[in-house]
Every structure is written in structure tokens, then in C-alpha cells.
């Protein structure tokens, strides 16, 4: 497979100013690969940062931008086994060290030395050795790279609704209907819990019950939130577990009241830093109710994530709303930035070789 000596690539350079340019085609070192990205997907955590200008984690600009893709291999460093040149793959956005204090108890999404890869907006991508080695995969034939790339934001939310510890059969409310809110109704609706859905607009309505929730609350056509919310729960109690997926203080408060005595709150949005929040300490305590956090995916999940899209039980052409060309990329984010609602949008696929028809 010959690549060429440059590619175009959509380039951060900082607050909303993202631009398509033309740069040096990456190449392959050793333990690396390269991959000519069949597919790249839009990302929350991608527009969080587009209007933020940088992530003091995962990127600071001018730097290649996005990193949800699969692909196929174009070239392969020395000592790479595991593929050849021809290979359809999706290489995940990170990879633990294995190592560190946090590895080696299981926490491997907060690796002292976790290694993020972006430029997922390009031609190609070079994969670090650490990625090829750990969170590198192999995708089956018939499953379309859109589908496959996918697999980065599923792989979170499993490893959100594992630490609620949820059961068959249990309630789960999930405040939010964006990207992630729809992943976390439907992979608990595949998990076989009841889904409450807390949804802002009308059109948010259809899309909660499509992708898993039974019942549905729309912000606004109820007096109480909270109290609608729970006179839906068996008996009032509340939910077995409350996924907040929203980010704002509000919400994060509305899932407390949500939750029943012994249940499991995952306050997954994040807000920006220095967001306060008051809660009741008397309900915690007596309640008994668990608060969790849950950040970023650790390689485990993302072989479940990535299970779910190819078996097809993971209503994967549902979250594909929008096909774009990579020339297309900054005037999509620009867009994304001013979205105000209406229509059912939920993950634009962004194909550098052409959208297809």
C-alpha cells in the first residue's frame, strides 16, 4: 500500500479555531503502525475541547485532532507482529503502562503514564507501539468502519455502568439523551434493566425509547423533575442506579434525589473545573447511597465495547446520523458549537476518502 508523501488533516490550533491543512504523511516506527483511517467519528469530549482551545490531559495545540477511528494498516514498524499491511483495525485512543500504582490495582483508565493518541481527522494516523501492543483490534469482515469506531465512547460507558454494579432487572435512570446518555440506555437495556430516560426536548423522546428507555421525562412538561422521575421507580423508592449525563450542577443534584437508600449514583458528565455542587449530607449518610465517578476506559472494556458492535446486538446504524468528507470537519464543529436541537443527531461520521452515497 504506497502513501502518499502528505495528507490533509484537521489541525487545532487553539479556542474554535480548527483548520483543515495539508502535512507530512506520518510513518511507521518501530513497534508502530500506520493506518489510513477508513472512518473517524465526532465526540463530545472533542467539542468540550474545540471550545476550550486544548485538554490538559489529552492534547495541547497546534496538534492533529480527534480520536475515535478505524481504519486499515498502511504500513508497519519493525517488530510488529500481531499485523500486516491490508488489515482492517480500530486502534483505541489510549493504552495503560501496566505498571504504576494504579495499573496494577485494576484502575489502568487512571495510568500515571496513560498514553493518549489524537489526528483521527486525517488520512492516516501513526499508532504508538503502546496502542498497536494493548488496544489495537482486529475488526471481522462486514462490519463498516463507522461502526467500528464506535467502540472508544461504548467502551466508557461499559466501564461506567460496571461500577454501578447494576443487576437484570434492576431500575436505572439516565439523565441525558446526548451521545453517551442514548450508549448508557441502550447497553443497560442490553444488560436487562429497566430504563428511565430524563430528556430535554420533544424530539429527544423518540430517540430515548429507540435506543432502550421504557419510560420516558421530558425537563419542562413536568412540574417536579424529581418527583416524576421517581413515581415512575417500583413503589416510589427511586432508582437502583442514577447515570448523570449532562454536566451541570443541577443534574448532578437531581441524581441524588433520584437514587433510592443503597443505590448507586455515576455522576459521568463532567463539569468544567471548579464546578460546586450541594447535596443533601443528611440523605447521603442515612440513605446510605454510593457516589461514583467514572473517567476514560481501560483495555477489558473496550474488547466488551467493541464485542457488542460486532455481534450487532449494539444499535450501531442508529448512532450514525450524519456522513461527512474530511474537507467538512471545522465547518461540522462550528456547527456542533451552535446546535440548539430539533433534529435526531447523535454521531457524524467523517470519511476522508469521500462520504459514501
Known sequence: MKMAPDMMAAVLYGKEDLRLERMETPRAGVGEIV????????????????????HAMMLKPPIPFGHELAGVVAEVGAGVTSFKIGDRVVALNSAP??????CCRGQQNLCEDL?????????????PARIVEKN??????GVPFEYAALTEPLACVVRGLEETASLPGDTMVVIGAGPIGLMFMHVAELAGMKVIAVVKRDDQIATAKLFGAQQVVQVGAVEDVVAATRALTPRGRGADAVIEAVATPATWEWAVDMV????VVNFFGGPPSGTKVKLD???LHYGDITLKASFHHTPATCRTAFELITSGRFRSAEAITGRVCLAEVPEIFAKMLTRTGGSREIKTAVFPEGAPR
Do not use: H, Q, S, W
Open 35 to 54: 493506518v489510513r483511517v477508513g472512518a473517524a467519528l465526532t465526540c463530545g469530549t472533542d467539542l468540550k475541547v474545540y471550545r476550550r482551545g486544548y
Open 97 to 102: 503502562c501496566d505498571a504504576c500504582y494504579f
Open 115 to 127: 498514553l493518549f493518541n489524537n489526528g483521527a481527522y486525517a488520512e492516516y494516523i501513526r499508532i
Open 136 to 141: 489495537t483490534l482486529l475488526i471481522p469482515d
Open 260 to 263: 433510592r437508600k443503597g443505590g
Open 281 to 283: 449530607t443528611n440523605r
